[in-house]
Structures are given as C-alpha cells and as structure tokens.
C-alpha cells in the first residue's frame, strides 16, 4: 500500500485556522505515475 504525502506548496493568509471553526481549503490530488484524481476546484 502507498503512502500519503502531504506538501504545501503556497501557504494561505488570514487568521490561522482555530479547533471547532469551519475552514475552506483547496488541494489536488496526485497518485505517483502523475495523474491527477481528485481536486476541489
């Protein structure tokens, strides 16, 4: 089984995000051979 790499490439700006707030947040989702499955935009 693979394993989950997590990279931020561009950090955000605001407030920091706070336990029991509700945050939006975009990512894409890659597997190794490079093709994309998942994104939020």
Do not use: N
Request: net charge negative; no cysteine; proline share 0%.
């Amino acid at each position: 089984m693979g394993s989950l790499i997590i990279e931020d490439l561009q950090e955000g700006f605001g407030k920091e995000a706070v336990k029991g707030k509700e945050i939006t947040v975009h990512y894409t989702g890659w597997l190794e051979d490079g093709t994309k499955f998942a994104a939020s935009r």
